[in-house]
């Protein structure tokens, strides 16, 4: 057991829809494994992040539907903030970027890299719409890529090849609101100086060699060779403001989402330590010389967290290759791993809300158990390459693994102990089969931690099942039920460690399955709460209008260890730990699919 401080930062989702479950596969599901399983083993977590809610994308929507965009960001923040509720995502807190807090770190951050150089000014050509007048964010502005080719490539980023655009320099560039061609404009706008990170931020990335996941490492690598200047200000009402003299009262300049967005991380870190009742908490987690901190998110955001953000630490502390001095927050850390999973599919599609090719979160968890998603998105999510989320798929694997495997070692195990002996028996002497089997089932909190520990959650989640697998096995060879007349004492010893081995699979399982292994731990008469649910929460912020956060206390039982169970606690008949689908189902969603 350590106890060293981790800041995990799952993405910011952005307030403009409900979340689906390929979104929830990349930046969500995978942190909180990786934070419930930091805790069970002793170490201090932080785990922050909120809905990013400013730029060009909520504006326009919130124009479509005839509302401000504070309106449309306080509708999304709340249903993000119950879908993720509803995955039992343990956020310490999950807030949002239109708080007073987060305007001040922003601008704080800004300011210091002003100051030491790294942003400067440029009057650039900006787009605006002939038909409204209105200014045209980048992402707004879609065309031939004039690198790749690639037709559909946005007027910030070709998706197809990677690289950094500008929206003139696209082959027949259009409006993707309204399908017209832009007219370019002077417009002066504020600009990140990468090529001043190219140096240090070379040096910090090399360090991270064999470390991080290779897609990461080898993506981030080729950013490197040819970095920009990055515009970091947007022709726009909606968002923080630039705060230099001159700027800060202009209606008509904000800073660009993007760069508001990822310095949340830290803002959250702020706003929780404040609300903790000590405001100097969050340095523990950004400037200990224990601390880590590990981004999750899809690979469409690792520019964001392996490149841009490190390099706007480097330029607040003063590190970059013009020097300079640290802000006045201190010294931040920059990352210690950028982990980013593919893409999830569905039935061979891509996800897509506006062509109804999509099952959001909250539908999901009105027909099916929480635990067989999150099972789904450990054992057969995207984490080393795109992957296809099939309903065939995920009926197989609930009835085959969650309830044929897992929750009939559970049931028969708990069911045979409670009726014939009423309570956990003591052990009598081991056998050899025995002794080896207790030995392989504490051995795996090693093993599974230690793909945990790396975020290779395929692999964590693969060696627990076959421990459950051999459990099943040791139980059936044992065969308990054969020997209640003639060797009641052999058959109290098997199902002692039948029952330890259950609840050795309830502990390495909770990471991943944390509400069904709650369940196990009450069968077993753990006494209150085994793994940590969040709660939503109304709050205030002094000078500001109120709103919701998710949040939660889990410094609960949950432990990274074999730890032996009590004989003589009494056992009832256990209800069965998952529902088992019936086949319909898969016509049932894929007819479903089709009628939308």
């Known amino acids: 057991m350590s106890s060293r401080h981790i800041l995990t930062a799952p993405a910011w989702p952005y307030a403009n829809g409900p979340r689906h479950i390929g979104h929830v596969s990349g930046f969500a599901l995978p942190c909180d494994m990786f934070s419930r399983f930091q805790r069970m083993a002793g170490n201090k977590v932080l785990m922050v992040s909120g809905t990013d809610e400013h730029g060009t994308p909520i504006q326009v929507q919130a124009d479509k539907e005839g509302v401000t965009a504070r309106e449309l960001a306080d509708r999304y923040n709340k249903v993000i903030g119950q879908d993720l509720h509803g995955l039992g995502m343990s956020y310490d807190l999950f807030t949002r970027t239109t708080t007073r807090n987060h305007y001040a770190v922003v601008q704080e951050i800004f300011k210091g890299l002003h100051a030491n150089g790294y942003v400067f000014e440029k009057t650039t050509m900006g787009a605006i719409s002939p038909s409204t007048g209105r200014t045209l964010p980048d992402r707004y502005i879609e065309g031939t890529c004039p690198i790749c080719g690639y037709d559909g490539a946005r007027g910030d980023q070709c998706d197809n090849c990677g690289n950094q655009l500008d929206p003139i320099d696209l082959i027949n560039p259009r409006s993707r609101i309204n399908g017209e061609k832009p007219k370019f404009v002077e417009t002066e706008h504020f600009f990140l100086d990468l090529p001043a990170f190219s140096e240090t931020l070379g040096s910090w990335l090399q360090s991270k060699e064999g470390l991080w996941r290779p897609n990461v490492y080898k993506f981030t690598r080729n950013l490197l060779d040819d970095m920009q200047p990055r515009p970091i200000s947007r022709d726009l009402d909606w968002g923080v403001p630039v705060p230099l003299p001159g700027w800060v009262d202009r209606p008509d300049k904000r800073l660009y989402v993007w760069f508001d967005a990822v310095i949340g991380y830290l803002s959250a870190s702020v706003e929780w330590a404040g609300r903790s009742g000590d405001p100097d908490a969050w340095r ?9 901190s590990y981004y999750f998110m899809g690979k469409d955001n690792i520019v964001f967290h392996s490149e841009i953000w490190p390099a706007m630490l480097l330029g607040y502390n003063g590190e970059g290759d013009k020097g300079g001095q640290v802000g006045s927050l201190g010294r931040l850390d920059l990352p210690s791993e950028v982990v980013s999973s593919e893409f999830l599919t569905m039935e061979g599609r891509k996800f897509s809300s506006s062509r109804q090719v ?16 999150r099972y789904y998105i450990a054992v057969a999510g995207p984490e080393n390459q795109d992957t296809d989320f099939t309903w065939s798929e995920f009926v197989r694997r609930n009835n085959d693994e969650l309830v044929a495997a897992w929750g009939n070692l559970v049931n028969r195990s708990i069911s045979f102990a409670a009726k014939n002996i009423g309570e956990i028996p003591a052990a009598g002497e081991l056998t050899e089969a ?22 290779r959650f395929k692999n964590a989640v693969g060696e627990t ?26 058959m109290k010893t098997i199902l002692h460690v039948a029952l330890q081995l259950v609840d050795d699979a309830k502990s390495l399982l909770t990471p991943f ?13 753990g006494e209150g709460e085994w793994s940590g649910m969040p709660e939503l929460r109304d709050v205030e912020e002094d000078g500001g209008p109120g709103y919701q956060v998710l949040t939660g206390a889990y410094d609960t039982a949950a432990r990274w260890e074999s730890r032996p169970i009590r004989p003589g606690v009494p056992l009832a008949p256990p209800k069965p730990l998952f529902t088992k689908l019936d086949p319909s189902v898969v016509d049932e969603e894929l007819a479903r699919l089709e009628q939308s």
Do not use: C
């Not at 090693?446 to 790396?454: I, K, Q």
């Not at 399955?513 to 069968?523: G, I, N, R, T």
């Open 284 to 292: 523990a987690w950004w400037q200990s010389p224990d601390a880590q």
């Open 358 to 373: 999509v099952i959001y979160v909250r539908d999901f968890l009105e027909r099916y158990d929480v635990d067989a998603l």
């Open 434 to 455: 025995d002794r080896t089997i207790l030995q392989r089932s504490r051995a795996a909190f090693d093993a599974v931690g230690a793909e945990l520990t790396r975020s």
């Open 465 to 490: 099942m076959r421990t459950v697998a051999e459990a099943n096995k040791y139980l059936s060879e044992q065969a308990p039920w054969k020997l209640r007349n003639e060797d009641p004492e052999r």
């Open 513 to 525: 399955l944390p509400k069904s292994s709650d369940k196990v731990y009450a069968m077993l008469g």
